[in-house]
């Protein structure tokens, strides 16, 4: 790293010790809280959020993400969705698509780092859902503790878009999480969550995994190829019933998710189900 900082330099994302992705970028923002946050701007990528060294989203393919953790979940209820409870995403892309869907009546959301927020409403407001909905209660808080203070059986969709469990977002892949989640999750209700990439990160499902098989009588992983990320990301999905989990039943049209392309988010490759048979 070296140059000027706000006129250029190469910032490399350490995936290994010896391996990354590099970006020839500006830095927009930065600062240290309970995460270290930073804006840089890429001529490829447009403007992109770092979390504590992670790349989070980046303009140009943020939809595919925002797009495949809200509606895929939102097609398999079995019913048009009116309550949602978001735990992390203080990006506000998931609370956009959210209220793209006309039958939700309730979101609440609970993130923690009000950095995190602050920036993202600052410098990616084009990207972002809208806070003063009043359909959104938006409250600065630790996801876990948020969960514990819903009533049973509240949300029709949890959505859970967090870092990976480390720092901050450790207590939101733990066996006691999973179960509140369950708790407040609608009997014909879906739960959804990130799960890191497999073949660099395996083991945030071999670890995570077990919980949700507790708390969740039915569960799936799907994947998505987000560009950015250089890799396909891993998500749990989760339900009190079982689903026709290849089968959308509310149909959703976005930039990236179809009902049409639905059911290939189910299709594992051999290295992913050689990660599964390895889950207690």
Same mark, same amino acid.
């Not at 409250?139 to 509240?154: A, I, Q, R, V």
């Not at 720092?167 to 609608?186: D, N």
């Given at each position: 790293?070296?140059?000027?900082?706000?006129?250029?330099?190469?910032?490399?994302?350490?995936?290994?010790?010896?391996?990354?992705?590099?970006?020839?970028?500006?830095?927009?923002?930065?600062?240290?809280?309970?995460?270290?946050?930073?804006?840089?701007?890429?001529?490829?990528?447009?403007?992109?959020?770092?979390?504590?060294?992670?790349?989070?989203?980046?303009?140009?393919?943020?939809?595919?993400?925002?797009?495949?953790?809200?509606?895929?979940?939102?097609?398999?209820?079995?019913?048009?969705?009116?309550?949602?409870?978001?735990?992390?995403?203080?990006?506000?892309?998931?609370?956009?698509?959210?209220?793209?869907?006309?039958?939700?009546?309730?979101?609440?959301?609970?993130?923690?780092?009000?950095?995190?927020?602050?920036?993202?409403?600052?410098?990616?407001?084009?990207?972002?859902?809208?806070?003063?909905?009043?359909?959104?209660?938006?409250?600065?808080?630790?996801?876990?503790?948020?969960?514990?203070?819903?009533?049973?059986?509240?949300?029709?969709? /949890?959505?859970?878009?967090?870092?990976?469990?480390?720092?901050?977002?450790?207590?939101?892949?733990?066996?006691?999480?999973?179960?509140?989640?369950?708790?407040?999750?609608?009997?014909?209700?879906?739960? /959804?969550?990130q799960a890191s990439l497999p073949v660099y990160f395996p083991n945030v499902?071999?670890?995570?995994?077990?919980?949700?098989?507790?708390?969740?009588?039915?569960?799936?992983i799907i994947r998505a190829f987000v560009p950015c990320y250089g890799e396909?990301?891993?998500?749990?999905?989760?339900?009190?019933?079982e689903k026709d989990w290849a089968t959308p039943r509310q149909k959703f049209?976005?930039?990236?998710?179809?009902?049409?392309?639905?059911?290939?988010?189910?299709?594992?490759?051999?290295?992913?189900?050689?990660?599964?048979?390895?889950?207690?």
């Amino acid at each position: 790293m070296g140059g000027d900082l706000t006129q250029g330099f190469w910032w490399k994302e350490n995936i290994f010790p010896d391996f990354g992705h590099c970006y020839q970028v500006e830095l927009v923002f930065e600062k240290r809280g309970k995460q270290r946050v930073q804006v840089f701007k890429n001529a490829s990528w447009g403007y992109f959020l770092v979390l504590d060294g992670i790349v989070q989203f980046t303009e140009k393919d943020e939809y595919i993400y925002h797009e495949t953790i809200t509606y895929f979940p939102a097609s398999l209820l079995p019913y048009p969705p009116e309550s949602v409870l978001i735990i992390g995403g203080g990006d506000g892309g998931v609370l956009r698509e959210v209220q793209k869907i006309s039958s939700v009546k309730q979101i609440r959301q609970y993130e923690l780092d009000s950095t995190v927020f602050e920036v993202c409403q600052k410098y990616f407001f084009n990207l972002s859902g809208d806070y003063s909905d009043p359909r959104v209660s938006f409250y600065l808080k630790d996801g876990l503790t948020g969960l514990k203070e819903c009533k049973e059986e509240e949300f029709d969709l /949890i959505i859970v878009d967090s870092t990976d469990p480390v720092g901050p977002a450790r207590s939101l892949y733990t066996p006691e999480f999973y179960k509140e989640a369950e708790r407040v999750l609608k009997k014909h209700g879906v739960f /959804i969550q990130q799960a890191s990439l497999p073949v660099y990160f395996p083991n945030v499902i071999k670890d995570a995994l077990p919980g949700v098989k507790k708390a969740f009588p039915y569960y799936r992983i799907i994947r998505a190829f987000v560009p950015c990320y250089g890799e396909e990301i891993a998500f749990f999905v989760a339900a009190k019933e079982e689903k026709d989990w290849a089968t959308p039943r509310q149909k959703f049209y976005g930039k990236y998710y179809c009902p049409e392309i639905h059911p290939s988010y189910l299709t594992l490759p051999p290295t992913w189900e050689k990660i599964l048979k390895q889950v207690p």
